[in-house]
């Protein structure tokens, strides 16, 4: 049985990572004696037979989130050309331009290629979930659990990846507006194509809902530095909820879901689970991509063949076609020389490049999706909102000065709660520096996009309230779905 997919709902087969098998036709009954099935292929109906090709199609879902088309690339390319710390020097549709100068159009590569990259992903979860359902006691009950649990996890990752780029920011009305179509089912054939899009709100709850199973069956830690980095695990749903909740404003909820894996002082680090804990920073980027403040990353190897335009490493850094906006956070004084984060960089034409991934072609720099600096500031942010102020500026501190211990914070920045927020905005901008935060933090804040420009391009500012604030919806989608533009 060929399996279709109802993400773009373009028939395809599904490849099995880690199996390594495409799925095959059945064999017609009168011809079975004549062509006896392959005892190593996989079919629509024997893909849950056994414990490795369950195996196989969880892995699958891994492979599917790490495409080019997503964390394997060109999600960190677009979200951060979308943002104002990088200029742009090439004009190439090809990696970015549109979404640099803000003309992504219906029609644009990228806003099809993650819609359908992003649903491949979600639909290749679904599968699981079901299958796993249907096909009771192939593994054990606590690898079922797990597996689903990591359908779960992926699955909730991909909506909010989408979510966030193609519907109008949660924060603007409480998410009130269409979001996305919410596809739940594991789709083997295009009858389900037409679906309409539920609320950004009902989005967010499934997210939330997902992410709250996952955590309660994922197992505390794996066997190896190498899984707890790859895999999801119950410190990973823990953290990605505090970056689900710190999105929709949900400030007390951060807080709540950050002191399962934040300790109550520093240094700061989780005492459940996997322990994590900053670790230093040229390291994480370059010689130690599984250390504990590793919390998700994209492993990449040579077999994944994400390289070129949807190459991060690539388009920001080997082939110089975006350089550090010397009016953005990398022309900021206050961040001073003695840094740490400054060594991420080099000096060609006169202007600066971003070397935070610095491995040459095949560029396997492993792309970080959650890292546990991440988790301090958004629960230095929630704090300051609900008031604690000291336990605010603890963690923004931890962050700072594992980069640079000489630099102490002037009062001015942080003495009140206006003022240390906007000083958590900056640290984020600083620490998150091309890893895919600027444009959304722009966004859940309904703030503007910044215009941009050099002596060659020039990109205009983007207020909230115009069309192009957010994605526009893909034509892909727009012809296939009916429903998808109800109200």
Known sequence: ?????????????????????????????????????????????????????????????????KSGNFYGGNYLIYS???????I????????????????????????????TAAYTAINNANIVIHGLEEHPNVVSEALTKQYTAEAKFLRALSYFSLVTLYARPYNENQGSTPGLPLRLLAETTNANNDLK?????????????????????????????????????????????????????????????????????????????????LQNIVEIFTTNYTSTESILSVPMTELDNVTGQSSFPYVFNSNSEYNLNPEGIWGD??????????????????????????KPSPFLD?????????????????????GDLEKSASLLKAVRNRSDATYTFPESTIGSKEALIETIWKERRIELLGEGFRS???????LPLPAKSSSSNSAPEVLPSQTNYIFPLPNIEITTNKLLLEE
């Open 1 to 65: 049985m060929k399996i279709q997919y109802n993400h773009t709902f373009i028939r395809r087969f599904v490849v099995l990572a880690g199996l390594g098998f495409a799925l095959l036709t059945t064999a017609c009954d009168e011809k079975e004696l004549l062509n006896p099935a392959s005892q190593t292929s996989i079919t629509g109906a024997n893909a849950f037979d056994t414990p490795d090709r369950i195996l196989g199609l969880v892995n699958g879902i891994y492979k599917s989130v």
């Open 80 to 86: 951060e050309a979308r943002g104002d710390e990088f």
């Open 88 to 115: 742009n020097r090439t004009s190439n549709t090809f990696t970015a331009y549109e979404a640099w100068n803000q003309t992504l159009n219906s029609g644009s590569n990228f806003v099809a290629g993650f819609w």
């Open 197 to 277: 899009r539920s609320s950004v709100a009902e989005v967010y709850a499934q997210i939330i809902k997902d992410l709250n199973e996952a955590e309660a069956d994922l197992p505390l830690n794996y066997s190896t530095s190498l899984l707890n980095t790859t895999r999801a695990h119950r410190n990973t749903a823990i953290a990605l909820k505090t970056r689900v909740y710190l999105n929709i404003g949900n400030y007390e909820k951060v807080v709540e879901e950050a002191q399962k894996i934040v300790s109550a002082s520093a240094p700061f680090t989780a005492t459940t689970g996997v322990a994590h804990q």
């Open 333 to 358: 004084t206050e961040w001073k020389s003695t840094d740490l984060r400054r060594t991420f960089s080099r000096t060609a034409s006169g202007v600066q490049f971003l070397t935070k991934y610095n």
């Open 366 to 386: 492993y792309l970080p999706i959650i890292r546990y600096a991440e988790v301090l500031l958004n629960y230095a942010e929630a704090a300051a909102y609900t």
């Open 440 to 446: 959304n933090d722009l966004l859940r804040n309904l």
